[in-house]
């Protein structure tokens, strides 16, 4: 994978969807499909961004008993994304059955979708694992705990804040996916995510892809912004 910025399309329908995307004159993007859009409008919207050229992340988070997870992504391994997702929390034999449904539902001679696990939600402090998750720990120490589950399990890489980035890839070793979402820029609100860097930073700290939602989809100027922050994410100085 080169160094993406994916876009989170965080829209209540495809009609929106397309609305946004208009503004970027036939680019092809990395885009991120969640909950919110896929749950409204079904896979169909995958085949429609497809069709128009895009790569998809398609985050759906799937955090169930490992039979329910490995027939949900021996059907979405069908719908021909780049990545998915789970939560480790799941455990390592959730995860082994997320990786073998895919499998099982890649076309022969196709590749199989990436993938990764989250961690622990950028929104999450650590004052709120401990008082509300029970999980008395660093956080840190936990991230980088679930992210060697998500390894020993075969996962392709991790969710997690650029901030553990480093840590992770000491302690995991190299290959290993580090997508990050809690992206800002410093004049923007940090909202509900608490484990925030900046593009420039989430580059010095080695992730691998950065998610980035409402800073280019609520910017008066989506394309400026997406330009604005791929820039500053591929060390380009404008
Ligand atoms: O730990 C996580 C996992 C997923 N996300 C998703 O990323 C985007 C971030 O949107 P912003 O508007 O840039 O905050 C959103 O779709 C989340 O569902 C995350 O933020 N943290």
């Known amino acids: 994978m080169q160094r993406p910025l994916i876009v989170a399309l965080d829209f209540p329908s495809l009609e929106d969807t397309k609305i946004f995307l208009d503004k970027f004159q036939g680019k092809s993007l990395f885009l991120k499909v969640g909950m919110e859009l896929f749950y409204q409008e079904g896979p169909s919207v995958i085949g429609y961004l497809k069709e128009q050229g895009h790569s998809i992340f398609l985050d759906l988070k ?3 008993i490992p039979n329910t997870v490995y027939s949900s992504m021996k059907r979405l391994a069908g719908l021909g994304v780049d990545i998915v997702n789970v ?8 995860m082994e059955a997320a990786l073998e449904g895919l ?9 199989r979708p990436q993938c990764i696990a989250v961690t622990q939600l950028t929104s999450t402090t650590e004052e709120m694992m401990r008082r509300e998750i029970l999980i008395e720990k660093n956080l840190t120490e ?7 589950l998500a390894k020993k399990s075969g996962l392709d890489g991790v969710v997690c804040s650029s901030l553990e980035v480093p840590i992770i890839n000491t302690t995991v070793g190299p290959n ?4 990050t979402p809690g ?19 989430a580059r010095e700290l080695g992730s691998t892809a ?13 394309l400026q912004a997406y330009s604005q922050i791929k820039s500053a994410w591929e060390g380009v100085l404008v």
Do not use: C, W
Not at 210 to 222: C, E, L, Q
């Open 210 to 222: 950065i998610v980035v939602g409402r800073s280019i989809t609520n910017a008066k100027h989506p």
């Open 103 to 111: 499998e099982a539902g890649t076309e022969t001679g196709k590749t």
């Open 183 to 201: 992206i800002r820029l410093a004049s923007d609100d940090r909202g509900d995510q608490a484990r925030i860097v900046t593009p420039e930073k």
């Open 142 to 148: 936990v991230v980088v705990q679930y992210a060697s």
């Open 176 to 179: 290993f996916l580090t997508v």
């Open 87 to 94: 939560h480790v929390a799941g455990g390592s034999k959730m």
């Open 62 to 64: 799937l955090h169930d």
